[in-house]
């Protein structure tokens, strides 16, 4: 919890600089390969974490969204170091999946 919260306050000053950030940009489209293609090019265990519905640090959007579907908000914040997306799943007490340079990050 502390990296993610350092990763964000290191992103909000950067983002004083020459950072953009984009606030509840559109959800991701879900991707057009069938679950069962991408499961079986990543390995069985994607595959049996996408059916539970799991996710882990490491696996790509694509995964996330067959494992989660559509978040209900994205932010961004994007840098020189790259860029790194907030998907919001979930309304009171909401879930956050935090994506580095195309992956999940740890959190």
Request: glycine letters at 12%; charged letters at 20%; hydrophobic letters at 45%.
């Amino acid at each position: 919890m502390k990296r993610v919260i350092l990763i964000f306050a290191l992103a909000a000053l950067a983002g004083w600089g020459c950072a953009s950030t984009k606030h509840g940009a559109p959800p991701a489209a879900v991707p057009e390969q069938p679950a069962e293609q991408l499961a079986a090019a990543e390995g069985s265990s994607v595959a049996k974490l996408i059916d539970q519905g799991r996710v882990l640090p490491g696996m790509t959007k694509e995964q996330v969204l067959l494992a989660r579907g559509k978040p209900e908000a994205v932010n961004v914040i994007e840098g020189g170091w790259g860029t790194i997306e907030q998907w919001v799943y979930g309304g009171y007490h909401p879930e956050f999946i935090y994506i580095t340079n195309g992956r999940v990050s740890p959190r």
